[in-house]
Nanobody, 125 residues
Framework: QVQLVESGGGLVQAGDSLKLSCKAS????????MGWFRQAPGKEREFVAA????????YVVDSVKGRFTISRDNAKNTLYLQMNSLKPEETAVYYC??????????????????WGQGTQVTVSS
């Protein structure tokens, strides 16, 4: 099992950057495929990005390609999401999630077993 705690959210202006972190407990973090999801008010939780256990494979949705970067530091049990050129429509609660194995291209939230509590990102226009 793994416990996940996100941090780094906040209020920013359109065009600004934020870096989210997700700290994992336990010694098995390095075995998990990790993902970032987001949920805006009144909308479904949607996939944003994923990274495999070693960091050698990543995938981000087209809407954030070139602006968001997912990375991980297994020595620190931490997952990151660097977000640049943020847009107001990206205001949401951002969640990190973990799954055992699988492909970074599997984007269904039901494929993920463990979730953090989320961190709020608000982008003002």
């Amino acid at each position: 099992q793994v416990q996940l705690v996100e941090s780094g959210g906040g209020l920013v202006q359109a065009g600004d950057s934020l870096k989210l972190s997700c700290k994992a407990s336990g010694r098995t973090f390095r075995t998990y495929t990790m993902g970032w999801f987001r949920q805006a008010p009144g909308k479904e939780r949607e996939f944003v990005a994923a990274i495999n256990w070693s960091g050698s494979s990543t995938y981000v949705v087209d809407s954030v390609k070139g602006r968001f970067t997912i990375s991980r530091d297994n020595a620190k049990n931490t997952l990151y999401l660097q977000m640049n050129s943020l847009k107001p429509e990206e205001t949401a609660v951002y969640y990190c999630a973990a799954r055992s194995g699988g492909s970074v291209y599997q984007t269904d939230r039901n494929d993920y077993n463990y979730w953090g509590q989320g961190t709020q990102v608000t982008v003002s226009s």
